[in-house]
């Protein structure tokens, strides 16, 4: 069988960025930049004051004291938005407020509250530098200068950015659509009151917020019954209108597991079968016309499990993150853990992890069987025991999933 570092490496190699495409500025938060973007123009596009106060000439400033203050003339007042009507010449001040452009003639802002304001006058108590308090075109952002990177991730600060430069769209990876496909004659809604032998559909919606948790857009196609005609026409739509396919139950060796022969009847190329991994074991990997397809099983731990291991890395290639792989930490395990035997499995456990003093401790989360949400519920990680451990003494050390 498939490791799981084999399985990892499978997936990736047969994964590719979805197409950019422009989108409204708006709606492009959290989505990476798919070209360099430079800037269009300077920002602040014109010299402005950087504060309420007065506009003058620094030189007539320079002899300015508490005892003998310099008094200059007001010629005019400039509010933010308006375009001063007069030069200033040696011995007057403009009235200015925060973001108005400077004056011709002025080169530095005096702040009102250093200041004595006459009828049509101003005194000064102190000499000023020049160029202080004012805010020079294209201090902040030269013309051409980059604004987005490629490959870089769109901010919220990057948003009032672009809007600052009269950039209304951004060309960016936008979304992967995932289709999600439960499968099981057995499932109804979640707000059903379920019959004999019939169960809630959990797993469209735990997969569905998963998904959108990682930035993409998830599609459901819930509750496909075991038949092989709804099982591919399922899967054809799916192919038509997302851009990974994922589907729960359906993927063991049952009489009414449909998902593999279906699969091979529709052409989809199998790329491994099974894992060496516990939760988790029956979980294939094909794909359906170049795209990703992924079968995992419908117990509701092992579901969501699989797709925090495998989806989530697909996702975030596909969307051209940087940071593909899992965040990993180690981690001393409180109480430790045995396998039931050698199995030769992976097994990742759901564990609560929290730091303290620069080491990082974690104890299992509940009960760890594969329909058990409970204890997922209270999991922030995944910690693993190699295929080749069968033991984890107390405060032993085990390499542990970020989730």
């Known amino acids: 069988m498939t490791t799981w570092q084999e399985a990892l490496e499978i997936i990736s190699s047969h994964i ?43 030189d007539d400033c320079k002899n300015a004291s508490l005892e003998t203050p310099v ?3 007001i010629i005019e007042d400039l509010p933010a938005g308006s375009v001063a009507a007069q030069t200033l010449a040696q011995g007057m001040a403009t009235r200015i407020m925060t973001g108005a452009e400077m004056p011709i003639g002025s080169d530095v802002i005096v702040p009102v509250e250093d200041t004595r304001v006459g009828d049509g006058f101003v005194e000064i108590f102190s000499p000023i530098k020049p160029k202080k308090n004012v805010r020079f075109a294209g201090e902040d952002i030269e013309e051409g200068q980059p604004v987005l990177q490629k490959g870089q991730t769109v901010q919220p600060a990057h948003i009032g950015l672009l809007a600052a430069l009269g950039i209304s769209e951004v060309l960016v990876i936008p979304p992967v659509k995932v289709a999600v496909i439960t499968t099981g004659t057995e499932l109804v809604g979640h707000t059903e009151k379920p019959g004999a032998g019939q ?7 735990s997969l569905s917020a998963q998904i959108r948790s990682w930035d993409a857009v998830p599609i459901p196609f819930s509750r496909v019954p075991d038949t092989p005609k709804a099982v591919e026409s399922a899967f054809i739509e799916a192919a038509n209108k997302c851009d990974i396919l994922l589907t729960t139950g359906g993927v063991s060796v049952g009489d009414y597991d449909f998902v593999k022969d279906v699969l091979k009847n529709t052409g989809a190329k199998l790329h491994f079968w099974r894992v060496d991994q516990k939760p988790g074991g029956p979980f294939g990997f094909w794909t359906l016309d170049t795209k990703p397809f992924f079968g995992i099983p419908g117990n509701p731990v092992s579901a969501m499990v699989m797709a925090e291991l495998y989806l989530k890395p697909t996702i975030r290639q596909m969307m051209g993150r940087s940071a593909v792989g899992q965040a990993k930490i180690t981690a001393t395990l409180e ?23 620069g080491r990082w401790n974690a104890r299992l989360s509940g009960p760890q069987g594969s329909a058990q949400l409970k204890s997922i519920c209270a999991a922030n990680a995944l ?6 451990v069968i ?13």
Not at 200 to 205: C, E, I, Y
């Open 383 to 388: 910690a693993m025991v190699p295929e080749e």
């Open 71 to 73: 008094v200059l003339k």
């Open 16 to 58: 590719e960025p979805v197409s950019p495409m422009w989108m409204p500025i708006d709606d492009a938060v959290g989505l990476v930049v798919s070209e360099t973007l430079l800037s269009p123009e300077l920002l602040p596009p014109f010299d402005n004051s950087a504060m309420d106060g007065f506009a003058v000439r620094a």
């Open 199 to 205: 169960i809630r559909d959990a797993n469209v919606h």
């Open 391 to 403: 033991e984890i003494l107390p405060d032993g050390e085990v390499e542990v999933i970020l989730m």
């Open 335 to 357: 109480n430790g853990f045995r396998k039931s035997g050698n199995d030769g499995k992976r097994h990742f456990l759901r564990v609560i992890v929290d730091e303290n003093e």
